[in-house]
Each structure stands twice: as C-alpha cells, then as structure tokens.
C-alpha cells in the first residue's frame, strides 16, 4: 500500500512490500513538485509487485560469477563458437579485475576505474566489446531485482586506437605484386599460396577457401563450389557456411 504526504511544498512517497523471503521492506522517495508525479511512481512500484520483481533478494554471486552463470543461461545456446570465445575471453577479463567482488557492490567508479586501466592495453574496439557484453548482463540483472541500480550507465570507453583502414586492404598494385609472388612458388604439397591465391581471386573466406574439396571445383566450367566451411577455431572437421547467402558459385 502506497502513502502519499506533502511537506515543505514537495510531495514523498512511502510503498511497502514483501521479498522473497517474507520480510516487510519499504521504498521511499521524495521531491516531487506535483502529486501526479508521486501517485505514477507508487502506481509503478505497486505494479512491480504483481510480477515479483521488487521483492526479488540480491544476488550473493561474485561479480565473475555471475557473468559466467547469465553466459550459460542467456548466450551460449544461440550463439556460434567464435561468439562464444569472445564471451568467455570477457569473463576472464572480468574475474581479472573483479575476482572477489560481490556483483553487488561494484560501483560505476569501480566499474569506470576498470575501463580505464584496460583501455590502455587494449584498442578502442577491444573495449567496447567488452563494454557491450557486461552491459548485457548487468542490463538482465537489473530486471531481474539483483542489483538496485546499473553501474555501467554514463561509462565512457578508453583505449588506443585500432588499426589505419588503409593497414587492413590491399589496393590494386599490391594484390598484384602478391599474385605475381605468389605463383612463383606454387607446390601442391604445401597448399598455403594456393589458398592465398584462391581468396585474392575469389574473396571467399578463409574457413570457406579451408573446407574446399576437388568436388567443389570444376575445371571444365571455370568455377569453384562454396557450400561448406572448414571449422577452423577448432580444426576438427567441416561446418555450415556463414548463412545461405554464402553457399554460391564463382567464376574464376
């Protein structure tokens, strides 16, 4: 049941409820201007009881444990293996920084502190990666009443700059250059040049140029089969391409 009352010209709010656990607890919130803005935030909390999310206990979870059990739960089953290292080298990076703290009492100086001082080893990039992912979490455990507030909101990303875009292409004259070495030097045996080549004339990946078998190619036609890939994080046998758009056939 909310209480509404007026003091010195502002309106407080007193709302009483029950946790998971049977205690009694209250929330209180005071200086509002109008009694409209009082009544929506009680009319709000009030809601909440239905669906058991204010009377929900905090967390008692390390902060790096907790991050690894909402992984398993909400992550791990959707997502292809590449995306689940990246998670999983973010957990480490979290129990580096975090090990010991309850997910409780991480506070946004400690969690922009932590920012700071991986930003200077890391790429900008790098960093918001990392960012986005403990968000995510700590976004579901606001919503689930584990935490009473986000500590990574207003956090501002550090580190050095990634690579010039200039650095990651090759132009015209030096994929030139590297297709003219390239066939100096060409064994069977040692199939590494020849991949090169075939993704410099076909632009296929590097796990797509891995799974090609003799049946994906055809002399006679000029053209080269994509329709599988190569599963080359663990080197153990072939996979699906990237999506269906990527099974295709090129001329070469």
């Not at 920012?115 to 990039?125: D, R, V, W």
């Not at 297709?179 to 993704?199: R, S, V």
């Amino acid at each position: 049941m909310a209480s509404i009352s007026k003091r010195n010209g502002k309106w407080s709010v007193r709302v009483s409820y029950y946790d998971e656990l049977g205690n009694r607890h209250f929330k209180n919130k005071s200086g509002f201007t109008r009694k409209k803005e009082a009544e929506q935030w009680a009319l709000e909390l009030e809601r909440s009881k239905f669906d058991a999310s204010i009377g929900k206990v905090e967390t008692e979870d390390s902060f790096p444990d907790y991050f690894l059990r909402w992984y398993h739960a909400f992550k791990e089953p959707t997502l292809s293996l590449a995306t689940k290292r990246r998670y999983l080298i973010t957990h480490k990076v979290v129990e580096q920084f975090f090990a010991g703290f309850k997910l409780t009492q991480i506070t946004r100086l400690q969690y922009q502190q932590f920012l700071n001082e991986y930003g200077k080893t890391h790429s900008i990039a790098s960093s918001q990666k990392v960012n986005t992912q403990i968000k995510a979490c700590i976004h579901d455990a606001l919503d689930d009443g584990h935490i009473q507030f986000d500590f990574t909101k207003k956090s501002k990303i550090t580190g050095h700059a990634g690579k010039d875009i200039s650095l990651k292409f090759l132009d015209a004259d030096d994929m030139i250059k590297l297709i003219n070495y390239l066939k100096l030097d060409i064994n069977p045996i040692h199939p590494t040049k020849m991949m090169a080549l075939t993704a410099l004339y076909t632009g296929a990946r590097f796990e797509e140029i891995a799974g090609l078998t003799w049946h994906d190619i055809s002399p006679k036609f000029g053209t080269i089969s994509i329709n599988k890939a190569w599963n080359t994080l663990e080197n153990n046998g072939f996979k699906v391409t990237k999506n269906d758009q990527s099974n295709r056939i090129i001329r070469v």
